[in-house]
């Protein structure tokens, strides 16, 4: 059984380079189409191929060096869906051309097989050692897809928290941060870091928060303002929140909340009044 599974290894080594190319020229028009990485340079996607195809072979006879020519499989499977993700291939796209490569080696030597009178338990064999190695390398193809779709979830979600808390330079020294939305622990948190350091950078003297589209203020809500409030004052920064709607004060009021020890308008217009600007001067 060694000795065959061995012949049958060395025939798959031998040949890499045709079967490699066979892959390619197998592919039907649709695969062919979406499959981007065949934008890449003839002679480098064929060495690609081919490792593969060689690796298919050596693992039908590896023994001592098994785990090695596994390890080989994982380094192509990482490489082949890198590549994928740079080049905006589909993960079905790209899983199908791996199991592309199954189909063509049977094909190529499936008459060979028959004149040497195998018997079937040995490509029996040859199926059970080859599939598990390609569902390896469609596993790390699909770690990269991963990888890879959640670093841009997280540069997505990143720059939205950006644009969910924007700082509004109004006249040297003032700046204004609308907030629309919930305000949980983690936005609160965002909220002071953001208003520290653009204080910071900005040379502010004074910061309007205004919450008129926040929809609701609870107790932990009024908590986190008090304490952007209060981060902001060891900063030499005075704040004044603006926007408090009607119906939010009488909850507020109603939930016990005391908002005295902090400076509040009804609206940005009498913010910019109290801090001086926006007056016409009389004549």
Not at 219 to 230: G, L
Not at 237 to 263: C, N, W, Y
Request: aromatic content about 6%; some cysteine; overall charge negative.
């Amino acid at each position: 059984m060694k000795d065959e599974l061995r012949y049958i290894g060395r025939k798959i080594q031998k040949n890499k380079d045709i079967i490699a190319d066979s892959v390619l020229q197998n592919l039907d028009s649709k695969l062919n189409q979406e499959l981007r990485i065949l934008s890449l340079p003839k002679e480098e996607l064929s060495e690609f191929n081919a490792e593969l195809v060689f690796n298919i072979g050596a693992i039908l006879f590896a023994e001592d060096n098994k785990e090695e020519v596994k390890q080989n499989f994982l380094c192509w499977g990482a490489r082949a869906g890198k590549t994928a993700t740079e080049m905006n291939t589909s993960l079905t796209a790209t899983l199908q051309y791996v199991s592309s490569f199954r189909s063509v080696i049977w094909n190529i030597f499936t008459e060979e097989l028959e004149e040497r009178h195998f018997a079937p338990i040995t490509m029996l064999d040859v199926s059970k050692i080859i599939d598990p190695m390609l569902e390896m390398v469609s596993f790390e193809i699909g770690k990269q897809f991963e990888s890879h779709n959640t670093k841009m979830m997280n540069i997505a979600y990143s720059a939205l928290e950006e644009l969910s808390v924007p700082v509004v330079p109004i006249f040297e020294g003032l700046a204004v941060i609308p907030i629309v939305g919930d305000i949980d622990t983690h936005r609160a948190q965002l909220i002071m870091e953001t208003a520290l350091t653009q204080g910071n950078a900005l040379e502010l003297n004074h910061l309007v928060l205004d919450v008129s589209g926040v929809v609701m203020i609870d107790t932990m809500v009024a908590d986190q303002i008090y304490q952007i409030v209060q981060s902001l004052k060891i900063s030499g920064i005075e704040t004044i929140i603006t926007g408090i709607r009607p119906e939010i004060a009488q909850t507020m009021v109603s939930l016990g909340l005391d908002f005295k020890s902090l400076s509040t308008l009804s609206s940005l217009k009498n913010a910019l009044h109290l801090l001086g600007y926006g007056k016409l001067e009389k004549s």
